[in-house]
């Protein structure tokens, strides 16, 4: 199983972006996806988790509810995060990660892990 995570980028404060992690190697709808974030200097963070299969149960750190939302397209094998009105602090490389069970915010939970996409929101 490989995951690859797309779609960062330079934004200004306000902006959106959309990421994207594409599984390969399996069938992305056995597999809950979590985002994480690391910023500098900083630990990795979970930001979004979505269930596996319909993708029904979401979950989302408390500095993002109301402006990040996660999805998934099984038929693409492709999970997506919509980033809306990004700050400053959410600048950092974002993580794409799956698990064959139930989705968590505990990293240490996740068999695998993308390469990563880097988020700057500055103006």
């Known amino acids: 199983v490989q995951l690859q995570a797309s779609g960062g980028g330079l934004v200004q404060p306000g902006g959106s972006l959309r990421l994207s992690c594409t599984l390969s190697?399996?069938?992305?709808?056995?597999?809950?996806i979590g985002w994480f974030r690391q910023a500098p200097g900083k630990e990795r963070e979970g930001v979004a988790t979505i269930s596996s299969r319909d993708g029904s149960k979401l979950n989302y750190a408390d500095d993002v509810k109301g402006r990040f939302t996660i999805s998934r397209d099984n038929s693409e094998n492709t999970v997506y995060l919509q980033m809306n009105n990004l700050k400053p602090e959410d600048t950092a490389v974002y993580y794409c990660a799956a698990v064959w069970g139930i989705a968590t915010m505990k990293k240490s939970f996740y068999d695998y892990w993308g390469q990563g996409t880097l988020v700057t929101v500055s103006s």
């Open positions: 190697g399996s069938n992305l709808e056995y597999y809950a």
